[in-house]
């Protein structure tokens, strides 16, 4: 559990909202994924990701209230108090403020401020992570040189042979070409790694802003990425059954 509440929804005050598919207004509320309300809210109404501060008690820092306490008592009263911050040519949806301080409170388990920004830094530009789809690692030469015949690999001398030519010894080089893997494997990995990180910090985030219960005008739906996309599709449902199940 972080710093936002997620049984929010269970506090008394909190019953007399209307339903969960209607906004305040009474209009119904805007259906998003999870990815398409984070691109919504810092692509679209460019929230800021505001990451908490540890108080250094050297200087006399108190905790303070975060944006996530001030959060939970604004869903806890059902309303939302009028402020100069909130001005024409400065305005930011409030769902999407909601939406910022739910990834800025990512738990260290789940990378903390660093997948927090990470994910921001993605919705931000629209994209996925790149998990090097089709990525097959090929022996190619670590070096090519070209000249007028075309290219051909860089080949080193790794020792010498005695070999018997025309009835006499001689003395000849022994040349090999060092050889790698493009791309690496430890490289489609950590891609893919990175990937299931970005994944599970989603899932989180659609955990919390679900059972939360404290965007006014958006809803999250239930879908998400793909878990694995680079794993047989046939294989991805199977594995999706059976964690339903």
């Given amino acids: 559990m972080s710093k936002i509440d997620r049984t929010l929804h269970a506090h008394p005050l909190a019953s007399t909202r209307k339903g969960g598919n209607q ?8 259906v998003m994924t999870v990815q398409q309300a984070l691109e919504w809210a810092f692509r679209t109404e460019c929230a800021q990701l505001e990451l908490p501060e540890p108080p250094d008690p050297e200087r006399g820092d108190g905790f303070g209230f975060g944006l996530e306490y001030v959060l939970m008592q604004r869903a806890a009263l059902g309303c939302k108090i009028d402020g100069g911050r909130y001005k024409l040519g400065d305005y930011t949806h409030e769902d999407a403020e909601v939406i910022a301080a739910t990834v800025a409170g990512m738990p260290d ?19 996925t992570p790149d998990w090097m ?20 690999a860089v080949t080193e ?13 001689r003395t000849v080089e022994v040349r090999a070409c060092p050889v790698t893997y493009s791309p690496h494997p430890e490289q489609i990995e950590a891609a893919r790694r990175a990937y299931g990180d970005w994944w599970q910090a989603l899932e989180w985030i659609q955990e919390g802003l ?20 680079w794993k047989p599709k ?8 059976a964690s339903s199940k």
Avoid: F
């Fill in 23 to 30: 906004s305040y207004n009474g209009r119904p509320k805007r």
């Fill in 109 to 127: 388990d789940l990378g903390g401020k660093r997948i927090a920004i990470r994910v921001a830094e993605l919705a931000r530009a629209g994209l």
């Fill in 133 to 152: 789809p089709g990525a097959v690692p090929r022996c190619v030469p670590v070096d090519m040189k070209r000249n007028r015949h075309g290219d051909r």
């Fill in 157 to 169: 001398v790794v020792g010498t042979e005695r070999v018997l030519s025309r009835g006499k010894w």
């Fill in 210 to 229: 679900q059972v939360g219960n404290m965007l006014r005008d958006v809803q999250i739906a239930a879908a998400l990425p793909a878990q694995r996309p």
């Fill in 234 to 241: 046939q294989t991805r449902l199977r594995s999706a059954n």
